[in-house]
Structure formats: C-alpha cells, structure tokens
C-alpha cells in the first residue's frame, strides 16, 4: 500500500511569488491534515479536510493560504503571495474515518527567499 | 487549550544506554497520546499510541504509559542502538480524528 506522498519535496520561490503544494493521501483514507514546522518550533496544525469538506481550519495563519480538496482525493496548499516567514517545511497526513492514528508524508521544504 | 511539553536536547547516550524522553501534556477531555520518530532524511512515523489512562503503548523496543494522574507520556527504551539516532515527537488529539498538538522534538544521538 502506498503510503502518503507529496510534492515538491522542495521549493525554491521569492517573496511575492505563488506556491501550490500537493498532497496524496493513503487510499480510502477520508481524514488529511496539513501541518507545518517553522525551524526551531513546534510542528503546528493548519488544517482538516473530511472528504472534500473542511472540517477544521483554526490553524491556518492567514488569508494568503488556501486549501482544497475537490473530488476528496488529494489536496493542494497554496500560498499567495508568499512571505519570508513561510518558509519552513509543510507535512500533510491522512487517516482512517474514525481513526486518530495519523500517516505522515516526508513534507515539502519550502524556502522563500 | 491543548499543549505538549517535552524535553529538547540534544540528547547524546552510548549505545545499550537506558534512554528516558520526558512529555508531559495539557488537554481537556480525554485526549490520547503519541509518540513519533522522525530518522534522518524521512517523514514523521508513527512509533506508539495510547488511547485511555494507563494504556501502555510498545514498538521496537519502546514503551510509554499514559499517566494521567501526572498527565504524562514518557518515552522509554531500555537499551539504546546507534539506529534510534532521530527526533523523537511526543502528540495528542483531543479525540477522533482531531488534529495533533506536538510538543517540539528530542534530538536524540547515540554514540557507538
């Protein structure tokens, strides 16, 4: 079974630019998170998608991100415009309906320079 | 709201060292806890789970007891290898399939 994946591993952009990060989740799996870690700092919760539907968005910082999950599949972050204090590294994670136990990607690194 | 503390290290033991990782959480409810391990160069992955007090949770060689008395979750291994050198993350939902709260990960090294 293929676990979560996502891409770009890394990203490279300048202040002011557009990024849009992507998420697979595990097959079947209803519940995907985004998380990010800002260096030297706790990884912090942005947001929770059940299906298609945002289940909980306290997390996200502001109105320069924005999250999808059309169809309930994979999901895209982007961040517009970017800001030297996005950088940092976004991992997204799915689950089982019902489930807390969570599946980790290996995060895209995003550095805005 | 909910809140994780634990030790941040570095911390450097000799291989077959006993190790113990400190967490302790703050949590209304019944929240329950995890341990994640991140390795060099690869994602978070989940090592062990505890979901009602005093609920143990093992895996390679791991152990944590949910103690909510003390409201704790420490991390356990009784003989350390160079191949448990990574970050170790101490989690907790609030329940179901609530979003985690981290604390901000033990870098642990073990010497040979």
């Known amino acids: 079974e293929a676990g979560v994946t996502q891409f770009p591993s890394h990203s490279v952009i300048e202040k002011g630019q557009t990024v849009t990060l992507r998420c697979d989740p595990i097959s079947g799996h209803d519940n995907l998170y985004w998380y990010r870690r800002v260096m030297g700092k706790e990884i912090k919760f942005l947001l929770h998608f059940v299906k298609e539907s945002k289940q909980d968005e306290s997390g996200m910082p502001n109105n320069r991100f924005l999250a999808e999950r059309t169809g309930g599949t994979y999901s895209t972050l982007k961040v517009q415009p970017a800001e030297l204090e996005d950088s940092g590294v976004y991992f997204c994670a799915s689950s089982q309906f019902g489930k807390g136990e969570q599946y980790f990607g290996p995060g895209t690194r995003l550095t805005v320079t | 709201g909910n809140s994780v503390t634990q030790m941040e290290g570095p911390v450097t033991l000799s291989e077959e060292a006993f190790l113990t990782i400190n967490c302790t959480y703050t949590?209304?409810?019944?929240?329950?806890l995890f341990w994640y391990v991140q390795y060099p160069g690869e994602g978070l992955q989940l090592l062990l789970k505890?979901?009602?007090?005093?609920d143990k949770g093992s895996n390679k060689g791991f152990e944590a007891t949910y103690r909510k008395e003390t409201t704790s979750f420490h991390l356990e291994k009784g003989s350390v290898q160079v191949s448990d050198s990574a970050v170790y993350f101490c989690a907790l939902t609030g329940g179901g399939a609530d979003g985690l709260t981290f604390g901000k990960g033990t870098h642990l090294i073990i010497q040979p």
């Open positions: 949590a209304t409810g019944y929240p329950s």
């Open positions: 505890a979901t009602k007090a005093d």
